[in-house]
């Protein structure tokens, strides 16, 4: 099955500063790959998505990277604020009847004033 | 939030007894989705529903079951209880009018002791 991970753990970054988080995926047929933001105590939920026919997604100041031939994909995020600050979680899902979602282990981002 | 919810919200229970978790969505959906979130596990799939009565198991079904008598209810039961079943759980659906995207309910949190 598919298997995805995800580096680093923790990130500390400046406000204002960039982050990047990266995951690698193993199964070379998916082709959806969503990133999840979780604050504490609360649901994870979508903030971007990227499809195996793009490259790279922009919204706002969060951008996600794809490389199909490498099997990674990046979160980048501009301009860090304070309450960027959570846990993040990327995921792959490929083909089939149901969205078979495999999510990788999430990276705690702080982002200090 | 995709109309979904989720009960209990919260829940401590004893090592033995059963617990049923129940997520209820309104927006007609065909896929629902049972995930367990632990630390350094991110999120990890238990069972899945494609309709009514159709039910498959995910990575972690193991002292678990589920049914689906109903479109718009997903129940998840602990048959016997365990300390290791202590953990987040999250409701999720597949919302095929937003590209096969996965919304996930607010979760609900089992102690056992």
């Known amino acids: 099955g598919e298997n995805v991970e995800q580096h680093p753990s923790t990130l500390s970054v400046q406000e204002g500063d960039s982050a990047v988080i990266k995951c690698t995926y193993s199964d070379s047929a998916s082709n959806y790959f969503p990133w999840y933001k979780q604050e504490l105590g609360k649901r994870p939920q979508l903030i971007i998505d990227?499809?195996?026919?793009?490259g790279e997604k922009k919204d706002q100041r969060i951008a996600v990277t794809l490389n199909k031939t490498a099997k990674h994909f990046s979160l980048h995020i501009t301009e860090t604020q304070p309450e960027d600050s959570a846990v993040y979680f990327c995921a792959a899902s490929g083909p089939g009847g149901y969205q078979k979602v495999t999510f990788g282990t999430g990276t705690k981002l702080q982002v200090i004033p | 939030d995709a109309g979904i919810t989720q009960s209990p919200r919260h829940k401590v229970t004893e090592t033995g007894t059963p617990v049923t978790l129940r997520c209820h969505q309104t927006?007609?959906?065909?896929?629902m989705y049972w995930y367990r979130q632990d630390p350094g596990h991110g999120l990890r799939l238990i069972h899945y529903?494609?309709?009514?009565?159709?039910?498959d198991k995910g990575e972690v079904s193991d002292g678990y079951s589920v049914s689906r008598s109903k479109t718009e209810d997903f129940l998840l039961t602990l048959e016997s209880a365990t300390s290791s079943q202590t953990s987040v759980y999250f409701c999720?659906?597949?919302?095929?009018?937003?590209?096969?995207?996965?919304?996930f309910g607010e979760g609900s949190w089992l102690t056992v002791v």
């Open positions: 529903s494609y309709g009514v009565k159709d039910t």
């Open positions: 990227i499809r195996s026919n793009v």
């Open positions: 999720a659906i597949t919302n095929r009018d937003k590209g096969n995207t996965i919304y």
């Open positions: 927006e007609n959906h065909r896929y």
